[in-house]
């Protein structure tokens, strides 16, 4: 296990929008590298770039082209190690995008794989027997996209054929589905192993992997994928222990397990996660100024996934991502986006945080989709720098954006946040701090719940390595809370190290923690 991963939060940069240092009004790496500084006094120490490679944009990059050269809009490869040594330089770790499970239909395997005569990569995905072959059971089909005979499986759009890492129990009926030993799945596997290699040899401290999951086919339980998983964890351990995976899964309780360092929590499989901080149907979001939000609905789906993967890898719990809508910052102010933030900072783990989502940016409503965004593209739009033209993302005319900046008056910006001691990005800053001075906070202390009930607030929770331990209050609602806790174990005096400093009131029948509305405490005992 990589010990860096102890204290690391990372950031997730859609590089798209994030800052665009030549005016053609996309983000690139020169300008990430220009922004390092900013991310630095932010206080993370890792990032992760969604894809940056050769790609036709169909999906945003998630198609790649070419998996071993940047895209030119971003820069060169060059650019890329750049980034990798000067980010060193500042103690931040980068991280990039592996999507593992499929490619564009431009990369030249799939061209060359749906050509009429076999050859090297005719087995490089997955293909029916015939053209007639229309259906699959579980399985999509696109129908009369290529030169041979046959149709291919894709994995997400039309246009992104998935790679054959073979099925965990293929149908003997249909002998085109290939076992996962198959030579074909196999040059596969041996490819993948290649392009991490290569760029953990530039610099690369790990991969977000996409799609995780998604790669044997007829894998209900997992187990096949996993096995791949567990493969290219010993792997790693062996050639690259000081790099590490995280995946886009959402079943920590199989992914950690079977060899990820860490897995995300997702809206789309984790309902507990999502209502943390989106509305779902008529049901608000926990963190929630009503009050009417219940933090059981997190708890009890948090635990046991904490209790399975809990000394073997990590649970990482995103402020959002390129593919949420709305925002962590949509419908709150920087006081409710600060709580929110204090909750993400202080659970064990690796939190990730989307960007933007410190300044409490706001998603746009409506916008056509861009590059295979569809419902995703609002949370996608340029980051917000300062009070220049274009928020300071680009010096390209507005109407040449990759997207539109947010055109509210009233929208937050770096520079603003910076100078405004109430700013979430200021909070964001202290918690930052905080969980890089304190072991106790990081990935590894130990969490136990000390008062979480169902509709109540606020919510107590501890954190605890070694001989540290730490308190946290968090009350998100409107209204002042208290709660008697008269028998907090052991606890002779508190120390206030972020939020409300006198939340954790001593009396002579023990404990209160009392918040005022909209507001949390970190504490540490003793
Ligand atoms: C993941 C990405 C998403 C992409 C999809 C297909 O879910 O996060 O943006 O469209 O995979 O690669
Ligand atoms: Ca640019």
Request: hydrophobic share 40%.
């Amino acid at each position: 296990m990589p010990a860096w991963l102890e204290n690391t939060v990372f950031y997730q940069i859609y590089p798209q929008t994030f800052r665009d240092s030549n005016g053609d009004g996309i983000g690139d790496l020169r300008g990430i590298i220009e922004k390092l500084p900013y991310l630095q006094e932010l206080g993370v120490t890792g990032l992760w770039l969604s894809p940056c490679f050769e790609s036709p944009f169909g999906d945003a990059g998630y198609d790649v082209a070419d998996f071993y050269k940047v895209a030119p809009r971003y820069g060169t490869n060059d650019d890329l190690r750049a980034l990798f040594a000067e980010a060193k330089r500042r103690g931040i770790r980068v991280m990039l995008d592996l999507v593992a499970g499929h490619t564009s239909n431009q990369c030249a395997w799939f061209r060359e794989s749906q050509r009429h005569e076999r050859n090297q990569y005719s087995d490089w995905y997955i293909w029916t027997d015939s053209v007639w072959t229309w259906f699959a059971p579980n399985l999509q089909v696109v129908v009369g996209g290529a030169e041979r005979d046959a149709n291919y499986v894709p994995n997400f759009f039309h246009f992104q054929p998935a790679l054959n890492y073979g099925f965990a129990k293929p149908d003997p009926k249909m002998p085109w589905q290939q076992p996962v030993d198959a030579p074909g799945p196999q040059a596969v596997r041996a490819e993948l192993k290649k392009i991490m290699a290569y760029w953990f040899d530039l610099g690369a401290s790990g991969f977000r992997v996409d799609m995780a999951g998604s790669l044997v086919k007829n894998d209900p339980d997992g187990s096949a994928t996993a096995a791949l998983w567990r493969e290219f964890r010993a792997w790693m351990d062996r050639e690259y222990p000081d790099c590490a995976l995280v995946s886009e899964w959402s079943q920590p309780q199989i992914a950690v397990p079977q060899g990820f360092h860490m897995d995300f929590l997702l809206p789309f499989a984790k309902p507990g996660y999502k209502a943390l901080f989106r509305p779902d149907g008529d049901a608000v979001p926990i963190f929630d100024r009503s009050g009417r939000g219940n933090i059981r609905t997190f708890l009890d789906e948090f635990a046991p996934l904490y209790d399975a993967t809990k000394g073997r890898g990590f649970i990482a719990i995103p402020s959002g991502n390129h593919d949420t809508v709305p925002r962590l910052g949509d419908g709150r102010e920087a006081r409710d986006v600060a709580v929110a933030m204090a909750f993400l900072l202080t659970m064990p783990g690796v939190p990730f945080i989307y960007y933007g989502d410190e300044l409490g940016m706001r998603a746009l409503d409506g916008l056509p989709s861009k590059e295979g965004g569809y419902g995703r593209t609002g949370c996608r739009t340029p980051m917000q720098w300062d009070a220049s033209a274009n928020a300071g993302f680009s010096a390209a005319p507005a109407d040449q954006l990759y997207l539109p900046v947010d055109p509210s008056p009233t929208r937050p910006t770096v520079a603003a946040g910076l100078a405004d001691p109430q700013s979430s990005l200021r909070a964001t800053q202290e918690l930052l701090a905080l969980r890089k001075t304190h072991p106790a906070l990081g990935a590894s202390g130990e969490f136990r719940e000390l008062y979480a009930e169902a509709g109540q607030w606020p919510v107590v929770y501890e954190r605890t390595l070694g001989s540290e331990r730490i308190l946290v209050a968090l009350n998100p609602t409107d209204t002042a809370r208290e709660v008697r806790l008269p028998a907090l174990p052991a606890l002779e005096s508190v120390r206030a190290l972020a939020g409300e400093a006198a939340a954790f009131v001593s009396g002579a029948d023990g404990w209160t923690v009392k918040l005022p509305p909209v507001s949390y405490a970190v504490v540490k005992a003793g």
